[in-house]
């Protein structure tokens, strides 16, 4: 069974009185390239425990199960569960109907990776769920997103955004390839690309997140306001004093927040979080 050929596909819907749910953001791959892909970047081996989201019909499952120990499959739709398991009747393949922010990690082993062609429109809750957890985070996250989101993920000073320090806060995300719409069916309106996230096990920094996250929302909080007007205004610090800090620091009191790097934030909270406690 090919399930990256389109006549294929539609034969498997039409026999579960099936169709693509926009709804759900379902949207299946029929690149062979950009799956293996997907496959290599995970550097999987045999004691391998792969947690894949919404895996469909099965196209990605079906080669993850070849390469890991086990894989986890946590799928919304009911009648899609159905399918994958007349598509992928694999012994070391679990299938669990749960919404994935819902889903408890900790019934995985320390060192699961993350496998999944996401839906576009939960992409950035996803991500921040599983690398903010404070209890079982994955290793490693291999994910098929929107292009747009993982150009904003791996962003460099100039273009950062919360999401971006998000992000790279807990872990070193690049690029992998970019993939077209046309892999697809029903083809999206915007391509795609692998975005690949070696996780760290503790935050980059010694912080505390939520004051972090304060301060650094605060910052990107108006967007055609210099970093100093920002700041003062959405933490409620006197100007003058969040100026003095950036000075300190050595920034240009007219940097706006998508100018800093993640160190920047981190140089920055150092210095104001005797003030906001």
Same mark, same amino acid.
């Given at each position: 069974?090919?399930?990256?050929?389109?006549?294929?596909?539609? =034969? $498997?819907?039409?026999?579960?009185? *099936?169709?693509?749910? %926009?709804?759900?953001?379902?949207?299946?791959?029929?690149?062979?390239?950009? !799956?293996?892909?997907?496959?290599?970047?995970?550097?999987?081996?045999?004691?391998?425990?792969?947690?894949?989201?919404?895996?469909?019909?099965?196209? !990605?499952?079906?080669?993850?199960? %070849?390469?890991?120990?086990?894989?986890?499959?946590? =799928?919304?739709?009911?009648?899609?569960?159905?399918?994958?398991?007349?598509?992928?009747?694999?012994?070391?393949?679990?299938?669990?109907?749960?919404?994935?922010?819902?889903?408890?990690?900790?019934?995985?082993?320390?060192? #699961?990776?993350?496998?999944?062609?996401?839906?576009?429109?939960?992409?950035?809750?996803?991500?921040?769920?599983?690398?903010?957890?404070?209890?079982?985070?994955?290793?490693?996250?291999?994910?098929?997103?929107?292009? =747009?989101? &993982?150009?904003?993920?791996?962003?460099?000073?100039?273009? *950062?955004?919360?999401?971006?320090? &998000?992000?790279?806060?807990?872990?070193?995300?690049?690029?992998?390839?970019?993939?077209?719409?046309?892999?697809?069916?029903?083809?999206?309106?915007?391509?795609? &690309?692998?975005?690949?996230?070696?996780?760290?096990?503790?935050?980059?920094?010694?912080?505390?997140?939520?004051?972090?996250?304060?301060?650094?929302?605060?910052?990107?909080? =108006?967007?055609?306001?210099?970093?100093?007007?920002?700041?003062?205004?959405?933490?409620?610090?006197?100007?003058?004093?969040?100026?003095? $800090? !950036?000075?300190?620091?050595?920034?240009?009191?007219?940097?706006? &927040?998508?100018?800093?790097?993640?160190?920047?934030?981190?140089?920055? #909270?150092?210095?104001?979080?005797? %003030? !906001?406690?």
């Amino acid at each position: 069974m090919d399930l990256t050929n389109l006549n294929q596909i539609k =034969e $498997i819907l039409k026999s579960h009185n *099936m169709w693509a749910k %926009k709804s759900l953001g379902q949207h299946f791959l029929m690149d062979k390239e950009a !799956l293996f892909s997907i496959v290599s970047a995970a550097n999987l081996n045999k004691d391998d425990v792969v947690l894949e989201i919404g895996p469909g019909l099965g196209v !990605l499952t079906s080669e993850l199960v %070849k390469h890991a120990k086990k894989v986890v499959a946590v =799928e919304f739709d009911p009648n899609m569960i159905e399918v994958l398991k007349s598509t992928v009747p694999e012994d070391n393949l679990e299938v669990v109907r749960e919404h994935v922010l819902k889903f408890n990690t900790t019934v995985l082993p320390k060192g #699961y990776k993350i496998v999944a062609n996401l839906p576009y429109y939960i992409t950035s809750p996803i991500l921040r769920n599983f690398l903010e957890s404070a209890l079982n985070k994955p290793s490693e996250i291999v994910f098929l997103i929107q292009k =747009e989101v &993982a150009e904003r993920v791996t962003a460099r000073p100039g273009n *950062m955004s919360v999401l971006a320090v &998000a992000v790279q806060l807990y872990g070193d995300p690049e690029i992998v390839r970019i993939v077209p719409n046309t892999s697809f069916w029903p083809k999206p309106k915007v391509d795609s &690309a692998i975005i690949k996230i070696d996780v760290f096990s503790k935050p980059r920094f010694d912080i505390n997140e939520k004051l972090f996250f304060r301060i650094v929302k605060a910052g990107f909080g =108006e967007k055609r306001k210099t970093l100093s007007n920002s700041l003062s205004g959405g933490l409620q610090i006197p100007k003058e004093e969040v100026i003095k $800090i !950036l000075e300190n620091l050595d920034f240009d009191i007219k940097l706006r &927040a998508e100018e800093l790097s993640v160190e920047d934030w981190d140089k920055i #909270y150092q210095l104001i979080k005797e %003030k !906001l406690s």
